[in-house]
C-alpha cells in the first residue's frame, strides 16, 4: 500500500485491467475438490489460486485445548513459496499468523460450534499463487469448504475488499492497485444480516471514503456469495430418473 | 430428478405452523437451514439431511467399532466419530486391541461420554466406510434397501449407523455389494434410486453412469 | 480451566450490566479510564514512554540501527514493530516465541504508525540502496488490564516523537551524540471499542474485554483514518461500525493531546 509510482491506476473510470471502479475480477469457485478432506473448496480470484480445506469435527488434540461447551475451531493461512515472485519462506510469519487468527475469528460467528463440545474442527487454506486480496478469497473458499464438510452453520461467510487508488473509490483491488493504492478495506460479512465479522483496514481514507468503501466491499460480498451457492449446488449434479 | 438442495442460512419456511426440524434453525420468523444438504419436510416439521458429514452418536444406535484400548474396567472404541465409545466389561482379557464389534449405543451425556453395550464380534468380512449420513439411504424405509441389497448379492451384511459396513460373503459376491453401496452412497440425494440399485444387482446397468454424482 | 470458568461468570455479570446500560468501574460507554503518559521513562533508549491506562501498563522503546533499505523503497528508512507479552504483566502469559495476540498487536500499532505517513521515511535514508535508518520500535506491556492496543499506539506514538536520531560517522553510530529529532509529523491515535451484546463502549477494561462478542480499532490521525481491525468472535452491523468510526475521531483528539514532546 502506498508505494510511490508513476503508473496512473485509473484513468476516466477505467482501470489498468479494463474493469471499471465497482468490478469485480473473474472468479470461480469449485466444491468439494479433495478426496481425503472432510470438505473442501478451490477458488480462482483473478490471479489468486486458493485451495481449502476443512478436517473435523475429530477429537480435540492437545487435549488442553478442549472445552467442554464447544468445538475448537483452528485456523491455518499458509502461502506456498512460490505462491509470489519472491520465494517466501515456507511456514508462519507474522502476516499469516494474524491473517489466521482473524479470519478464524469471523468463521467463529457462523459455525455453530456449541454442537460438538470437546472436538476441533480444523481449517487449512493454502494460496497457491497470490494476486492481492488473498485473505478475502481464502475466507470465502474456507466458508465453502465447511459448508462442503456437512459442518452446521448460520451462514456462509463472505468476503472482499475495497479499497481506493487514483483518488477513487473502487471495488477489490488488482495487485498492482494494492501496491501503489491509497487504502485497501478487506470486510467479511454474512450474506443474510449483512454483520460483519472481518474488517481491516491501512492507507489513508477520509471518514467519508472509508463509509463509501466499507459499502463497495459489503457489495462485493453479496456478488461473491451468489457464487458460493452457485459452487455448491453445483456439486451435486441433477440426477437422471 | 432431485431432491431440493439448500445451503447454511437459507430461507427455508417462513410459515408459522412450521416446524424446525434438525439441520435447521429459527431466526425471527424465518427457519433456515444450517447444513449443506437436502430438504425434508415431514408432516409440519422441516429438516435438512446433510450430504456429508462426521458421525455424531446418538442413544440407540448400532455402530461398528474397534477396539482401541483395553482397561480393568473396559475397553475404549473407535466408532468413527469425534467421540470415542466406552465398552464395560467384567474381565480385562475380554476383548483384544483391534476387534471388531457390532455395539449398541446405551448412552450419551451432554459431553458425550458415549456408553456401549451388546458387543457382537464381526470376522471374516470385509469392512467398508461410507459418509455416515448415507447409512438411511443404504438401509431404507423398514430395511427395504438392505434386504435388496442382501438378496441381491447373497451376502451377510451389517450395517453401522456410523458409516461403518461389514460384508461377509465369496469374493465376487462381496465386491459386488460394496458397488451397490458406493452407488447408493454417491446418488443418495437423488430420487428413483431404488430401481437403480436392483437394475444394477440384476446386472442390468453397469456400476451406474454420472446419474446425480457427487462431481 | 478453573480460570477460564471463573471468567465465564464475570462475563455473565458484565453483559447483565451492559443491558443495563452500565459498566462496572460505572464509567460512561465513550469514557476511558485515567490515563497517563511518561515521555522518556527510558532515559538510555533513543526514545520511550510509559502508558498507564487504568492499570494496564505499556512501556514503548525505540533503537535505531544501520540496515540496507528494501529493494522496492531503496531511498526510504524501515520501521520495525516488535511486541512482548512479557510473563510479568499477566498470569497467561508464558515465556516463549510471541503468539497470535502479540502478533496482531504489534502489527496493527505498527499499521497505525506507518500509513499515518507519520514519519518520513525518505529523510531516515543514509546512502541510497545501501544504507537507511531501521527505527525498531519494541512494545512491552508491563501490566495487563486490557486495551492494550490503545496504550500501546498511544506509547508508541509519544516514543516517536521523543526519538533522537544517533550521528552516524565512518561507519559508526554515536550514541552519545544524539541531538536530530526523529522526522515525524503526525501524531496517529487508535482507539478501541468492544461489543458486549448490542452496547458498545470504549476501552474495554480486562474483565469487559474477556466478556466481549467483537472489538473495533481505528487509528487515526486529526482527520484520516489510516487503520482498522475487527477482532473477537462476534459481528458488528454496518451502523455500530459507522458509531465507532465517529467516537474515534472524537477521542483521538482527546488523547492526542496527552503525546508529549520534551
Known sequence: MGMKSDIELIKDGKRLDGRGVNDLRPITIKAGVLERADGSCYVEWGGNKVLAAVYGPQECLPKHIASPHRAVLTYRYNMAPFSVEDRKRPGPDRRSIEISKISKEALERVVLLEKFPNTMIKVFVEILQADAGTRCAALTAASVALADAGIPMRDLVTACAAGKIGGEIVLDLGKKEDNFGEADVPVAILPHTKEIVLMQMDGQLTPEEYRKALDLSIDGCTKVYELQKKALRERYVEGVD | MMREIVIPGEELSNEKDVKPGFGTYRDADVIRSSVFGVVEKINNTIRVVPLRGKYIPITGDYVIGIVTVVKFRGCFVDINSPYIGFLPTMREDEYRIGDLLLLKIVDVDEVYNVTLNDPKRLYDGKLIEVIPVKIPRIVGKRASMLDILRKGTNCKIFVGRNGRIFIKGTPDEVKKAEKAIRLIEREAHTTGLTDRVKAFLEGKIKESGNNGNEK | ?262
Open chain 3, 1 to 262: 480451566m478453573a480460570e477460564s470458568i471463573a471468567w465465564e461468570i464475570k462475563s455473565d455479570y458484565i453483559h447483565s450490566l451492559a443491558q443495563k446500560g452500565i459498566r462496572q468501574d460505572n464509567r460512561a460507554m465513550d469514557e476511558y479510564r485515567p490515563i497517563e503518559v511518561i515521555p522518556n521513562y527510558i532515559p538510555r533508549a533513543l526514545g520511550s514512554a510509559l502508558v498507564r491506562l487504568g492499570a494496564t501498563q505499556v512501556l514503548a522503546g525505540v533503537s535505531m540501527l544501520v540496515g540496507q533499505p528494501y529493494p522496492d523503497s531503496p531511498n526510504a528508512g524501515v520501521l520495525m514493530t516488535g511486541c512482548e507479552l512479557v510473563p510479568l504483566a499477566s498470569p497467561t502469559f508464558e515465556p516463549g516465541p510471541p503468539d497470535e495476540n502479540s502478533i496482531e498487536l504489534a502489527r496493527v500499532v505498527d499499521r497505525g504508525i506507518r500509513e499515518s505517513k507519520a514519519i518520513d521515511f525518505e529523510k531516515l535514508c543514509i546512502t541510497e540502496g545501501e544504507e537507511v535508518w531501521m527505527v525498531m520500535l519494541d512494545l512491552h506491556v508491563l501490566d495487563y488490564d486490557g486495551n492494550l492496543f490503545d496504550a500501546a499506539e498511544l506509547a508508541s506514538t509519544t516514543a516517536l516523537w521523543n526519538t533522537r536520531i544517533p550521528k552516524y560517522e565512518d561507519g559508526q553510530i554515536i550514541r552519545e551524540e544524539a541531538k536530530e529529532k526523529l522526522p515525524i509529523s503526525e501524531k496517529p491515535i487508535e482507539c478501541t471499542f468492544a461489543k458486549i451484546g448490542n452496547t458498545i463502549m470504549v476501552d474495554p477494561a480486562l474483565e469487559e474485554e474477556k466478556a466481549l462478542d467483537a472489538r473495533v480499532t481505528f487509528a487515526t490521525t486529526d482527520k484520516i483514518l489510516c487503520a482498522g481491525q475487527k477482532g473477537g468472535s462476534g459481528s458488528f452491523t454496518r451502523e455500530e461500525i459507522d458509531y465507532a468510526l465517529d467516537m474515534a475521531f472524537k477521542k483521538g483528539k482527546e488523547l492526542r493531546k496527552l503525546v508529549k514532546v520534551i
